[in-house]
């Protein structure tokens, strides 16, 4: 069964191009433009993987990881960050949360992506032995 990814992202190209790259290595994907959507096909398909852009219109992608790891149903989901606001040595999670309870983004990847990384990141995240214990190691 192939692994489903959820990409939300308000730029359509970004998007296209994450879903060009995971259907090319096997994945089945479903995109969203915003968060509200996102939570819908959040709730309707319980992906494997999620890739969040931070800065969307409405409301942020930080905002909706936040809704994410509160959410029961949804808090083991590995969710990676990708931005091209945010510089990937200047990432502080931190600075966006306070709160301690919510756990830092299982990965943070800076616009544009090198797509070697990308995949391995995602193998790393869905692969079925990873344990969650290892979510949040940024070694690959």
């Known amino acids: 069964m192939d692994k489903k990814v959820l990409i939300i992202d308000d730029e359509p190209d970004v998007a296209k191009y994450l879903t060009e790259i995971l259907k090319d290595n096997g ?3 479903y995109s969203a ?5 996102g939570m819908e ?3 309707s398909i319980i992906p494997d993987l999620i890739c969040l852009d931070i800065m969307m219109p409405m409301e942020s992608g930080i905002s909706m990881y936040v809704k994410i790891r509160k959410d029961e ?3 083991h989901i590995p969710v990676l960050i990708i931005s091209g606001v945010v510089q990937e040595n200047e990432y502080d999670f ?3 949360v306070s709160d301690k309870s919510i756990p830092p983004p299982d990965y943070f990847f800076e616009k544009p992506i ?3 990384k990308f995949m391995k ?3 790393k995240f869905t692969s079925p032995d990873l344990s969650n214990n290892n979510r949040g190691k ?3």
């Open 121 to 123: 990141i995602v193998d």
């Open 41 to 43: 096909v959040l709730e």
């Open 33 to 37: 433009d915003n968060a509200d959507i």
């Open 94 to 96: 931190r600075s966006y």
């Open 27 to 29: 994945y089945t994907t």
């Open 114 to 116: 090198s797509v070697a």
């Open 138 to 140: 940024q070694d690959v």
């Open 73 to 75: 149903r949804f808090k």
